[in-house]
C-alpha cells in the first residue's frame, strides 16, 4: 500500500518546460512538467550528484547541470548512460493539494 505527502499547491508547479525542486523528508525532489505531463523523480544524478532541478528541459529530456546526462522524465532512465536512472513517484493533485506517492 503506497503513502502520500503534500509537497506543494499547484499554483507552485513549474510551467510546461520547466523544473522545480521541493522538499520531501530529509531531501528533495525535481518536479518536471515535460512532454505535458508532470512527473516527481530524485532529485540527485546518479553521476556526479548534480541537483536535477537547477536542469533544463531539452527536447523532451530532463538535462542535469553539471554535466550534461540526460533522463526521460517519465522513466527516470539516462539516455546517454544505460543502466543509469533516478527513481520516479507518481504524483495526484487533490484540489490545490499536490501529492507524492510512495
Known sequence: MSQSTRIASVSE?????????????????????????????????????????????????????WHGWEFNPATGKCINRPGASVKVFELAIDGEDVLLKY
Do not use: M, Q
Not at 530524485?42 to 550528484?49: A, I, L, M, R, T
Open 13 to 65: 508547479l513549474p510551467p510546461e518546460g520547466g523544473l522545480r525542486e521541493f522538499p520531501f523528508g530529509s531531501s528533495t525532489v525535481c518536479v518536471a512538467h515535460a512532454n505535458g505531463a508532470l512527473v516527481a523523480l530524485g532529485n540527485v544524478c546518479p553521476h556526479k550528484g548534480g541537483p536535477l532541478a537547477e536542469g533544463t528541459i531539452e527536447d523532451g529530456k530532463l538535462v542535469c547541470p
